[in-house]
């Protein structure tokens, strides 16, 4: 049990006390403060986090007997410490009704802006109990713990039927003393201490037993073989639909219906805990010390899309409640009355804000996930703001063996579980519809990725072997790009499966399978695109229509047979297929569907030298001789990324035969690399950005504002700047974004209390009035949150913010004053958040975005040299002794280590740099010109088809090297890149690179009139020797590299072809110059140019 200190003991008297206290207490915090910032990492990238809060509720007045640490110091020889079993304490005399009593109050309510409380129940009350029924505004999305203070005339209720307390310390040691003690700690302790454990028991149940059941009926549903049409190809896989999202028209706009089937499971669930404000029978649900007010605001700040989602927030917005309320006890264990019996710089007043900067400043400085951030600091808020309240007479818990659920910190800890719990609730399987799971959503895209990539391969051959370009050709790249967005899409559905499976069991393969595929898909689009664009480059001349009427049969034999094998391979994979898994019945099904699946493997690979010895006999017979000729570099391209296709899809399914899975990140690991990421240290301006937002909001709460606008002591504003703090490099724009969001937190403070006044009522009629007013409107507001990129944020505020003030008694009613003050103190909190962005000097979102984009350039361009073999910045290395160092990783790591370590890399920055670019429009610019939108949208666009044709090279090349024979010595790379020509354009390329990029970079950066005078050096540069396309000197490189080649020889592959090889460098090389030519055009066109 915690030791506290009563009466004159010295806080330091007895050292060993002190030191087991310490011993007892910290250790406990920073272990949980560690453990529980990890499971998972921080949420996906644009998705929302757990926000906190704080309340400061009114609480009746009460003696303490503890005296200030100040004077125990002085008494510290003297001192003694006692076990203390119950706190002792002497209440106050409490007034007794009457005309007194009123006026008590009312000077009370003059000193805080009243609020109107939500009732327990419609009965009549005097003036003197609806002014009992008041509260200060505060923090977090101003989630007020409403007090429900439920007095007949003058009689006191004892429950607290929300967060706060308005309880006695006489009070609560008769109810401590009514509940007893079990083994040295309160009733209530236990209490909490098993709703906790079952919460989490619940919780975990219901997450992997709904999506034990969501992937399972999904690999059910989709059964053994594949489903073939008349005409012998893979029928589409169709999964079926809940009754929820049937009804809602899935077969019209499958989005909507998604969405507005999770706004609906939420607005119903918060329907239903409003319900218990409004029904008598429900209304005890609010006397035990926990508000369903709040948890319902839980639930608005839990819910996201899917389960993996919901359960990530929901532990965040749990933990970051818990720590702040073990901190509670600290700080309440030391001193249970705070500085009510001291003064301020008082020893005991140094303690409180020592511990607060401490906790909040760790916060602050340490890489702790956003979600834990925001709650703790907003709690927190409150929480010492209170501890350093003179006036202060809210009851706290002192310790673990003090613990009531009536106390101004356990109750928010226990809604905040229930909150959790319903939470993951909302997103479980019901008669509504399915489990609403990213894994199973995951499994069906998958398949419907393998799927449609083979139809799409199959139509582009039928396209490329005819004998013109039609229209067809943007029909195609516009099914590639929605290909595209479908990987994009399957990417954010395995951000948060981890939660959903701990990579336990059936569902933690099924993730381990997707994973694996993600990689594959990625590479495969890229040279999905790449032949998209030698398509559109080809003039179907006489020379391609004969050499596509020997080899087309053969294209489309392999286009099968690969959509085939990748279809079955996806399919076992999405079914979590690991043959050492499976007994009896079951074994015998996997062994036929690896029988299958081999036999598919074998079919590809004699495709594959089908196509290999055809394509070089048709070659040979088509263009006199077998070799590379400058008509035939597209076609060569073409049949090469359809064998990348073929390899890709074996790969794969080897994958899948090999019983082989990375391995699993278990919880213990999890924790373990949330340690290690929770011990970094954020950058020095966002720690400085934040600190000031957040202590100048506290500071201002401290001594509150005068015109009563602000009382003193109100941790509103402070708790708010907790969430609307920007994250990380993305600050400027946060500025428009924190105005943005007064749309929110206004307009559901203002909407909801309108709704409130107009449509309740006290009539019976009035709970089935309430129930469908508050499922009507946290519908429309969810639905804003889930659907809108641009207002899905001020959609979540609306709903927390509107179920706040709807949600409450039938007599109840926010007074117009409370409404005001609570939107001052948001406007408040976005103020001073702006300040510490202006103050501070956060950097430009515009700034941000381009060191981004000429950050991945960098890497573009370090790639280029290494894989063409020029030195690091110069070109000095002879062309004709070039050696491509590609090679020798591949001879180092392994082909399968360096084949997408670029592609990662690149991929990381442009993806960063794309997602702070589409916000620099947004951020305010006082001074500076613009945001160059036009220019950036051409770099932006250039620069990621410059990482696609790089990334297909440095495939092409780690994929040959695959295959070269054992022992033998691949010299195909070298040759092409040491000829004389090619060299030279490669040298000018990358001469020119350095000064177009350069010039960008300046352009980008240059924000204002004044007259850029360090250009003209390089733009006359630019101007004097401008670049040709590749075309000019194609007939010189071919020549050279049909010369270097070595001989040809009958291949397996097309692959492993030498002059295919080339024809992809060559192809790719010419791309990525004229990318560079339209960069430095739209770079030419700029006013600053001038």
Same mark, same amino acid.
């Given at each position: 049990?915690?030791?506290?200190?009563?009466?004159?003991?010295?806080?330091?008297?007895?050292?060993?006390?002190?030191?087991?206290?310490? !011993?007892?207490?910290?250790?406990?915090?920073?272990?949980?403060?560690? +453990?529980?910032?990890?499971?998972?990492?921080? =949420?996906?990238?644009?998705?929302?986090?757990?926000f906190?809060s704080?309340?400061?509720?009114?609480?009746?007045?009460?003696?303490?007997?503890?005296?200030?640490?100040?004077k125990?110091?002085?008494?510290?020889?003297?001192g003694?410490v006692?076990?203390?079993?119950?706190?002792?304490?002497?209440?106050?005399?409490?007034?007794?009704g009457?005309?007194?009593?009123?006026?008590?109050?009312?000077?009370?309510a003059?000193?805080?802006?009243?609020?109107a409380?939500?009732a327990?129940?419609?009965?009549?009350r005097?003036?003197?109990?609806?002014?009992?029924?008041?509260?200060?505004?505060?923090?977090?999305?101003?989630?007020?713990?409403?007090?429900?203070?439920?007095?007949?005339?003058?009689?006191?209720?004892?429950?607290?039927?929300?967060a706060?307390?308005?309880?006695?310390?006489?009070?609560a040691?008769?109810?401590?003393?009514?509940?007893?003690?079990?083994?040295?700690?309160?009733?209530?302790f236990?209490?909490?201490l098993?709703?906790m454990?079952?919460?989490?028991?619940?919780?975990?149940?219901?997450v992997?037993?709904?999506?034990?059941?969501?992937?399972?009926w999904?690999?059910?549903?989709?059964? %053994?073989?594949?489903?073939?049409?008349?005409?012998?190809?893979?029928? #589409?896989?169709?999964? =079926?639909v809940?009754?929820?999202q049937?009804?809602?028209?899935?077969?019209?706009?499958?989005?909507?219906?998604v969405?507005?089937?999770l706004?609906?499971?939420?607005?119903?669930?918060?329907?239903i805990?409003?319900l218990?404000?409004?029904?008598?029978?429900?209304?005890?649900?609010?006397?035990?010390?926990?508000?369903?007010?709040?948890?319902?605001v839980?639930?608005?700040f839990s819910?996201y899309?899917?389960?993996?989602?919901?359960?990530?927030?929901?532990?965040?917005?749990?933990?970051?409640?818990?720590?702040?309320?073990?901190?509670?006890?600290?700080?309440w $264990?030391?001193c249970?009355?705070?500085?009510?019996?001291?003064?301020?710089?008082?020893?005991?007043w140094w303690?409180?804000?020592?511990?607060?900067?401490?906790?909040?400043g760790?916060?602050?400085?340490?890489?702790?996930?956003?979600g834990v951030?925001?709650?703790a600091?907003?709690?927190?808020?409150?929480?010492?703001?209170?501890?350093?309240?003179?006036?202060?007479t809210?009851k706290?818990?002192?310790?673990?063996?003090d613990?009531?659920?009536?106390?101004?910190?356990?109750?928010?800890?226990?809604?905040?579980?229930?909150?959790?719990?319903?939470?993951?609730?909302?997103?479980?399987?019901?008669?509504?519809?399915?489990?609403?799971?990213?894994?199973?959503?995951?499994q069906?895209?998958?398949i419907?990725i393998?799927?449609?990539?083979?139809?799409l391969?199959?139509?582009?051959?039928?396209?490329?072997k005819? *004998?013109?370009?039609?229209v067809?050709?943007?029909?195609?790249?516009?099914?590639?790009?929605?290909?595209?967005?479908?990987?994009?899409?399957?990417?954010?559905?395995?951000?948060?499966?981890?939660?959903?499976?701990?990579?336990?069991?059936?569902?933690g393969?099924?993730?381990?399978?997707?994973?694996?595929?993600?990689?594959?898909?990625? +590479?495969?689009h890229?040279? @999905?695109k790449?032949?998209?664009?030698?398509?559109?480059?080809?003039?179907?001349?006489?020379?391609?229509?004969?050499?596509?009427?020997?080899? $087309?049969?053969?294209?489309?034999?392999?286009?099968?047979?690969?959509?085939?094998?990748?279809?079955?391979?996806?399919?076992?994979?999405i079914?979590?297929?690991?043959l050492?898994?499976?007994?009896?019945?079951d074994?015998?099904?996997?062994?036929i569907?690896?029988?299958?699946?081999?036999a598919?493997?074998?079919?590809?690979a004699?495709?594959?030298?089908?196509?290999?010895?055809?394509?070089?006999?048709?070659?040979?017979?088509?263009?006199?001789?077998?070799?590379?000729?400058?008509?035939?570099?597209?076609?060569?391209?073409?049949?090469?990324?359809?064998?990348?296709?073929?390899?890709?899809?074996?790969?794969?399914?080897?994958?899948?035969?090999?019983?082989?899975?990375?391995?699993?990140?278990?919880?213990?690991k999890?924790?373990?690399?949330?340690?290690?990421?929770?011990?970094?240290?954020n950058?020095?301006?966002?720690?400085?950005?934040?600190s000031?937002?957040?202590?100048?909001?506290?500071?201002?709460?401290?001594?509150?504002m005068?015109?009563?606008?602000?009382?003193?002591?109100?941790?509103?504003?402070?708790?708010t700047?907790?969430?609307?703090?920007?994250?990380e490099?993305?600050?400027?724009?946060?500025?428009? #974004?924190?105005?943005?969001?007064?749309?929110?937190t206004?307009?559901?403070?203002?909407?909801g209390?309108l709704?409130?006044?107009?449509?309740?009522?006290?009539?019976?009629?009035?709970?089935?009035?309430?129930?469908v007013?508050v499922?009507?409107?946290?519908?429309?507001?969810?639905?804003?949150?889930?659907?809108?990129?641009?207002?899905?944020?001020?959609?979540?505020?609306?709903?927390?913010?509107?179920?706040?003030?709807?949600?409450?008694?039938?007599?109840?009613?926010?007074?117009?004053?409370?409404?005001? %003050?609570?939107?001052?103190?948001?406007?408040?909190a976005?103020?001073?958040?702006t300040? $510490?962005?202006?103050?501070?000097?956060?950097?430009?979102?515009?700034h941000?975005?381009?060191?981004?984009?000429?950050t991945?350039?960098?890497?573009?361009?370090?790639?280029?040299?290494?894989?063409?073999?020029i030195?690091?910045?110069?070109?000095?290395?002879?062309?004709?002794?070039r050696?491509?160092?590609?090679?020798?990783?591949c001879?180092d790591?392994?082909?399968?280590?360096?084949?997408?370590?670029?592609?990662?890399?690149?991929?990381?920055?442009?993806?960063?740099a794309?997602?702070?670019?589409?916000?620099?429009?947004?951020?305010?610019?006082?001074?500076?010109?613009?945001?160059?939108?036009? @220019?950036?949208?051409? @770099?932006?666009?250039?620069?990621?088809?410059?990482?696609?044709?790089?990334?297909c090279?440095e495939?092409?090349?780690?994929?040959?090297e695959?295959?070269?024979?054992k022992?033998?010595?691949?010299?195909?790379v070298?040759?092409?890149?040491?000829?004389?020509?090619?060299? #030279?354009?490669?040298?000018?390329?990358?001469?020119?690179?350095?000064?177009?990029?350069?010039?960008?970079?300046?352009?980008?950066?240059?924000?204002?009139?004044?007259?850029?005078? *360090?250009?003209?050096?390089?733009?006359?540069?630019?101007?004097?020797?401008?670049?040709? !396309?590749?075309?000019?000197? @194609?007939?010189?490189?071919?020549?050279?590299i049909?010369?270097?080649?070595?001989?040809?020889?009958?291949?397996?592959?097309?692959?492993?072809?030498?002059?295919?090889?080339?024809?992809?460098l060559?192809?790719?090389?010419?791309?990525?110059?004229?990318?560079?030519?339209?960069m430095?055009e739209?770079c030419?066109?700029?006013?600053?140019?001038?």
């Amino acid at each position: 049990r915690v030791v506290r200190l009563r009466g004159s003991t010295s806080l330091l008297g007895n050292t060993a006390t002190a030191m087991a206290m310490l !011993r007892l207490t910290l250790p406990w915090l920073l272990l949980i403060f560690l +453990c529980g910032t990890t499971c998972g990492g921080s =949420p996906p990238v644009g998705l929302p986090s757990g926000f906190g809060s704080a309340c400061d509720p009114f609480a009746e007045n009460s003696d303490g007997v503890c005296e200030s640490v100040g004077k125990s110091l002085m008494q510290k020889a003297a001192g003694k410490v006692k076990d203390v079993g119950s706190a002792t304490a002497a209440a106050a005399p409490a007034t007794e009704g009457g005309e007194e009593q009123a006026a008590a109050i009312e000077v009370a309510a003059a000193e805080q802006p009243p609020v109107a409380i939500p009732a327990a129940t419609p009965a009549k009350r005097t003036s003197a109990s609806m002014l009992l029924q008041t509260r200060r505004p505060f923090s977090g999305p101003d989630l007020r713990l409403l007090q429900n203070t439920s007095k007949n005339n003058t009689k006191v209720d004892k429950r607290n039927h929300l967060a706060g307390s308005t309880i006695s310390a006489d009070e609560a040691e008769k109810i401590k003393a009514k509940n007893g003690y079990y083994l040295g700690f309160s009733r209530d302790f236990w209490i909490v201490l098993a709703i906790m454990i079952v919460s989490l028991i619940l919780s975990m149940a219901l997450v992997l037993g709904s999506v034990s059941i969501a992937v399972g009926w999904r690999s059910r549903y989709l059964g %053994n073989g594949i489903s073939l049409e008349p005409d012998g190809s893979i029928a #589409k896989p169709v999964f =079926p639909v809940g009754f929820g999202q049937r009804f809602l028209g899935h077969d019209k706009n499958s989005n909507f219906a998604v969405w507005a089937d999770l706004s609906l499971r939420c607005a119903g669930m918060c329907g239903i805990c409003a319900l218990t404000y409004w029904v008598p029978f429900l209304m005890p649900l609010n006397d035990f010390g926990w508000s369903m007010q709040y948890v319902v605001v839980i639930i608005c700040f839990s819910v996201y899309m899917d389960i993996g989602n919901t359960t990530s927030l929901a532990w965040y917005n749990f933990y970051g409640t818990l720590l702040p309320t073990l901190n509670v006890f600290l700080m309440w $264990g030391f001193c249970p009355d705070g500085v009510t019996k001291t003064e301020i710089f008082s020893p005991t007043w140094w303690f409180g804000m020592i511990d607060f900067i401490v906790f909040n400043g760790a916060f602050l400085v340490l890489n702790v996930p956003v979600g834990v951030r925001m709650f703790a600091l907003s709690w927190q808020a409150y929480f010492s703001m209170a501890f350093l309240d003179p006036n202060n007479t809210t009851k706290f818990s002192t310790g673990l063996d003090d613990v009531i659920l009536e106390g101004a910190a356990v109750g928010p800890l226990v809604g905040t579980i229930f909150g959790c719990v319903l939470s993951i609730l909302v997103v479980c399987s019901s008669p509504w519809g399915y489990a609403l799971t990213g894994l199973g959503s995951a499994q069906e895209q998958a398949i419907n990725i393998a799927w449609s990539e083979g139809m799409l391969w199959t139509q582009m051959i039928r396209f490329y072997k005819g *004998n013109e370009s039609t229209v067809e050709i943007d029909r195609l790249k516009g099914e590639a790009k929605i290909l595209e967005a479908k990987v994009m899409k399957l990417n954010g559905m395995m951000s948060a499966t981890w939660w959903e499976c701990f990579d336990l069991w059936k569902a933690g393969r099924v993730r381990a399978h997707i994973i694996a595929l993600q990689s594959k898909l990625d +590479c495969m689009h890229d040279w @999905l695109k790449g032949s998209i664009q030698a398509m559109q480059d080809e003039d179907f001349n006489d020379l391609h229509d004969k050499l596509m009427g020997k080899v $087309g049969d053969k294209l489309d034999k392999l286009a099968d047979v690969t959509g085939k094998l990748m279809f079955r391979a996806v399919k076992m994979g999405i079914n979590g297929f690991a043959l050492s898994k499976y007994s009896g019945a079951d074994a015998a099904l996997a062994q036929i569907e690896q029988r299958e699946l081999t036999a598919d493997m074998k079919a590809v690979a004699a495709a594959q030298k089908e196509l290999a010895e055809s394509f070089a006999a048709a070659r040979e017979e088509v263009f006199g001789a077998n070799t590379l000729t400058s008509d035939s570099l597209g076609e060569h391209f073409f049949v090469f990324a359809l064998a990348t296709y073929g390899q890709i899809a074996t790969e794969y399914a080897e994958y899948i035969l090999s019983d082989k899975r990375a391995e699993p990140q278990g919880i213990l690991k999890s924790c373990f690399n949330g340690v290690k990421d929770t011990l970094a240290f954020n950058s020095l301006n966002f720690i400085m950005r934040t600190s000031v937002g957040f202590f100048g909001a506290w500071v201002i709460g401290y001594f509150g504002m005068p015109g009563g606008i602000m009382a003193p002591y109100s941790s509103t504003a402070a708790g708010t700047t907790a969430y609307l703090m920007a994250a990380e490099g993305k600050g400027g724009s946060a500025i428009m #974004k924190n105005v943005a969001r007064f749309q929110g937190t206004g307009g559901g403070t203002i909407i909801g209390q309108l709704l409130f006044t107009t449509m309740m009522t006290c009539a019976w009629w009035g709970s089935i009035i309430g129930f469908v007013v508050v499922v009507i409107y946290e519908f429309f507001a969810f639905y804003l949150y889930f659907s809108s990129q641009s207002f899905g944020y001020v959609g979540l505020l609306l709903a927390a913010y509107g179920a706040e003030h709807l949600i409450m008694g039938c007599s109840s009613q926010d007074t117009p004053g409370g409404v005001y %003050n609570t939107i001052v103190d948001q406007t408040l909190a976005i103020l001073c958040v702006t300040a $510490g962005d202006l103050i501070i000097g956060n950097r430009s979102s515009g700034h941000l975005a381009a060191e981004a984009l000429f950050t991945m350039t960098n890497i573009l361009e370090g790639a280029m040299r290494e894989l063409f073999g020029i030195g690091t910045r110069d070109l000095s290395t002879p062309r004709d002794k070039r050696h491509c160092a590609i090679i020798d990783r591949c001879t180092d790591q392994g082909t399968a280590a360096v084949h997408d370590a670029h592609k990662i890399e690149i991929q990381s920055k442009y993806m960063q740099a794309d997602s702070i670019g589409s916000e620099a429009p947004l951020e305010p610019r006082f001074y500076r010109m613009p945001f160059k939108q036009e @220019l950036w949208d051409t @770099l932006i666009k250039c620069g990621g088809q410059i990482g696609i044709k790089l990334c297909c090279m440095e495939y092409a090349i780690v994929d040959a090297e695959a295959r070269k024979e054992k022992g033998g010595k691949h010299a195909a790379v070298d040759a092409v890149i040491s000829t004389q020509t090619l060299g #030279k354009v490669v040298d000018e390329t990358m001469a020119r690179w350095e000064k177009v990029f350069t010039l960008a970079e300046t352009l980008m950066l240059h924000e204002t009139n004044d007259k850029l005078t *360090n250009l003209g050096k390089s733009c006359k540069a630019l101007l004097k020797e401008p670049m040709d !396309r590749l075309d000019s000197n @194609l007939k010189d490189i071919v020549q050279e590299i049909s010369q270097a080649l070595p001989p040809t020889t009958s291949k397996d592959s097309i692959l492993a072809d030498d002059i295919c090889l080339a024809s992809v460098l060559v192809m790719m090389m010419s791309g990525i110059i004229d990318r560079i030519n339209t960069m430095e055009e739209v770079c030419f066109k700029d006013p600053d140019i001038g």
